[in-house]
């Protein structure tokens, strides 16, 4: 679960892009102590995430608007879903709406596609892995939704795993370090650290596990490479297989025997879940 604080410092830096000013249609046109409801209304099929952050905008905007939770995160909704129900000043939930709605929308969007991508390798052992391919700022929310979306999280920052990508193979090999030699460097320096490899090729995968690496990252290969490469490491390292995963591919690629895939899609390219919010008839104050 995400921190109180976590979540204020996101909402925060949120509402002063989008408030700094004021909301200056709203203060023209409506009371400020005109009173009324609103529901934030789900449009399409998807998993719910973000609930109390939303929540805690609406809060953050005025905190005597009352905010009763209908859903909560993980929850599978449909068109016509009610998440929640807000009660308060008119005014106050205007300028919340837009800001608790983009959390919700983004977040349940996340939740949604990599459920679609859990549910497609369904059966099989193997995990749906996110990557570091996320929003500036809104990592720890986005990486927040992959798990409600049934995916695992992989480094939530640089120094949570040694990774050795092929810019770091690069660099080290015009220097006149081979794999083993990067490796077993990588081995000293990793203070308990699990150190995964970067490889293209067959060949490159039985070179990285000779030397120790404790997870082999399939970047980008064929399935028949994949699958030898699996047959050949034979259990002496963890597989992940990444690089450009669709939806019509990934059980393909599960199917190989890897332990893990990973997939940039579900934080880069999802799409947000048409979520609303519908004002009801407001009284007078």
Do not use: C
């Not at 700094?20 to 400020?32: F, M, N, Q, W």
């Not at 998440?83 to 996340?110: D, H, M, P, T, W």
């Not at 940039?264 to 004002?279: K, M």
């Amino acid at each position: 679960m995400l921190s109180e604080t976590q979540i204020k410092e996101i909402i925060d830096r949120a509402l002063a892009e989008d408030l700094s000013g004021g909301d200056v249609t709203t203060e023209a046109l409506i009371p400020g102590e005109q009173q009324g409801t609103g529901s934030i209304v789900v449009k399409e099929k998807g998993v719910l995430a973000g609930v109390e952050v939303a929540k805690q905008v609406f809060h953050r905007v005025d905190p005597d608007l009352k905010v009763e939770i209908l859903l909560e995160d993980g929850a599978r909704v449909k068109p016509g879903s009610k998440v929640a129900r807000i009660e308060g000043r008119v005014a106050s939930i205007l300028k919340a709406e837009r800001l608790a709605l983009n959390f919700l929308q983004r977040l349940s969007g996340i939740a949604s596609a990599t459920n679609r991508y859990v549910e497609a390798v369904k059966g099989l052992p193997v995990r749906i892995l996110d990557t570091r391919k996320t929003t500036p700022g809104l990592r720890s929310l986005e990486k927040y939704a992959v798990k409600v979306g049934g995916g695992k999280n992989h480094r939530m920052n640089l120094s949570d795993g040694i990774l050795i990508k092929d810019n770091h193979l690069e660099v080290l090999r015009s220097r006149g370090l081979q794999l083993p030699e990067i490796v077993a460097r990588a081995k000293q320096a990793s203070k308990g650290l699990k150190v995964e490899v970067e490889v293209m090729t067959q060949r490159e995968a039985e070179e990285a596990t000779k030397a120790g690496a404790d997870i082999v990252m399939l970047d980008n290969m064929s399935l028949e490479d994949m699958r030898q490469a699996v047959k050949s490491i034979q259990g002496r390292a963890l597989i992940e297989a990444s690089g450009g995963v669709t939806l019509d591919e990934v059980r393909a690629i599960a199917e190989t025997g890897v332990d893990f895939i990973s997939v940039g899609a579900l934080t880069h390219s999802a799409r947000a879940l048409d979520i609303s919010l519908e004002l009801g008839s407001s009284s007078r104050p």
